[in-house]
C-alpha cells in the first residue's frame, strides 16, 4: 500500500522531473510533475472517480504527475517482487488516451530526454509533429539509465509489446459502474 512506502520519488525520477515542463502553446510537453508521489487516500479518490467504480482503489498505481487535463502518469505495480524502478509507467488520460508508455524508469527517462512526456506519449505524439529531445533530461538519463539510450518511439513501442493488455484491464473493469471517459 502506498501509505506505508515513501512517498518520496527515486533520485533519477525526481531528477527527470525537477524544473517542470515547457508546454510552449502547445508545442512542448503537458506535463506536471507533482512534488511527490500521492497518497494511497488520494490514489484511491482519484481512482474510483475516474472509473465510477467505488469497489477499486488503484492501489497497484503511483501516480506522480498529470496533463493539462487531469490524466495521470503512474507507476503500474505489476511486475511481483520487483522494486519500483523496475515497473512499467503508464497514462491513463481523461479522454481515454490509456497506455503503459514505458517497461521501467530507465525507459521513461529516455522517453522524456526524447522531447516526449507522460501524454504525447498516450495519445500518440506521432500525429502532433516531431518531439524536440530536451539536453537537460538526456543529461539525467545518461547519469541514471547509461546504456538504454532509445528513440521515444521504440520506447512506447517496446512497453506497448510487452504490455498489450494495459487498456483491456482497465476497461475490463464492471460496466454497470466505469464512467464514460470524456463524459
Do not use: H, K
Not at 522517453?111 to 539536453?135: F, K, S, T
Amino acid at each position: 500500500m502506498v501509505e506505508e512506502e515513501s512517498r518520496e520519488f527515486p533520485a533519477a525520477l525526481a531528477a527527470a522531473l525537477a524544473g517542470g515542463f515547457d508546454y510552449d502553446d502547445g508545442d512542448g510537453v503537458d506535463f506536471e510533475p507533482f512534488p511527490e508521489f500521492l497518497s494511497a487516500g488520494e490514489t484511491a479518490e482519484w481512482f474510483r472517480a475516474w472509473t465510477g467504480n467505488p469497489e477499486v482503489d488503484g492501489a497497484c498505481f503511483r501516480v506522480f504527475g498529470q496533463d493539462g487535463t487531469g490524466g495521470y502518469a503512474a507507476f503500474w505495480l505489476v511486475r511481483e517482487g520487483r522494486g519500483l524502478v523496475e515497473q512499467p509507467v503508464v497514462f491513463m488520460g481523461s479522454e481515454g488516451e490509456n497506455g503503459v508508455i514505458s517497461r521501467d524508469l530507465a525507459d521513461f527517462l529516455w522517453l522524456l530526454a526524447g522531447g516526449v512526456g507522460p501524454w504525447e506519449a498516450g495519445a500518440g505524439y506521432e500525429a502532433e509533429g516531431e518531439p524536440r529531445p530536451d539536453a537537460a533530461r538526456e543529461a539525467v538519463a545518461e547519469r541514471f539509465a547509461p546504456g538504454r539510450r532509445r528513440a521515444p518511439a521504440e520506447v512506447v513501442a517496446d512497453a506497448g509489446a510487452e504490455f498489450p493488455g494495459f487498456d483491456e484491464e482497465l476497461m475490463g473493469l464492471p460496466v454497470s459502474n466505469r464512467r464514460v471517459l470524456g463524459d
